[in-house]
């Protein structure tokens, strides 16, 4: 029913700037919170951030001020701005895509893969 499809993600240097966009399509679509997640391999799958419909954001503690989540209601989609890249961020990157009331309503996205590395 529903279809969230990732873009961007690539290599990029220390120090260098990213972004990811997040895309939902589908029919009769009511979505409330979004949100990253990133995941490296052996290890757990963390929240990056979460942005509320109406442009609430809230972010996790790694981040410390260099990543940006912000949305598009009427595209329904969701970007990532990652600046100041550690070697530490690399991992993959998931979209998630929740119903604005309907908790039944929980999408990801297929993951798109960011390395930072010199």
């Known amino acids: 029913q529903v279809q969230v499809v990732q873009s961007g993600g690539g290599l990029v240097q220390p120090g260098g700037s990213l972004t990811l966009s997040c895309a939902a399509s589908g029919t009769n679509l009511d979505i409330g919170n979004m949100a990253w997640f990133r995941q490296a391999p052996g290890k757990q799958r963390d929240l990056v951030g979460i942005?509320?419909?109406?442009?609430?954001?809230n972010y996790g503690d790694f981040v410390k001020g260099r990543f940006t989540i912000s949305r598009d209601n009427a595209k329904n989609t969701m970007y990532l701005q990652m600046n100041s890249l550690k070697p530490e961020d690399t991992a993959v990157y998931y979209c998630n895509v929740n119903g604005r009331t309907d908790s039944n309503f929980n999408y990801w996205g297929q993951g798109t893969q960011v390395t930072v590395s010199s």
């Open positions: 942005i509320t419909r109406d442009g609430r954001t």
